[in-house]
């Protein structure tokens, strides 16, 4: 903001029209932060959003195998450890 080196010689008039001008341009500052601040955050939302981190059915399907996988390997495991025979154990016998 632009403030005039004779500024203690202007009278009422003029110091009201700097006044005037200095407000206009503290509003137009002001919702131009607003405006970039709204689009920065939308443009966080699509990027840091929820759905950038959802998984494909493909991925979905992959990840539930594993995770049944892994659950049936520990299950096996802590039987094994426990002394007590597992499902698998027990058709074979």
Do not use: C
Request: hydrophobic letters at 40%; zero cysteines; proline letters at 2%.
């Amino acid at each position: 903001m632009y403030l005039p080196a004779n500024l203690h010689a202007l009278d009422a008039d003029a110091l009201r029209q700097l006044l005037i001008a200095q407000d206009r341009e503290l509003i137009w500052r002001q919702t131009k932060i607003d405006q970039l601040t709204h689009e920065l955050s939308l443009h966080k939302r699509w990027r840091f959003g929820v759905k950038t981190e959802r998984l494909s059915a493909e991925q979905a399907q992959l990840f539930e195998e594993t995770v049944e996988a892994d659950l049936a390997a520990t299950t096996e495991e802590l039987e094994q450890l426990s002394g007590k025979p597992s499902a698998a154990g027990k058709g074979q016998a």
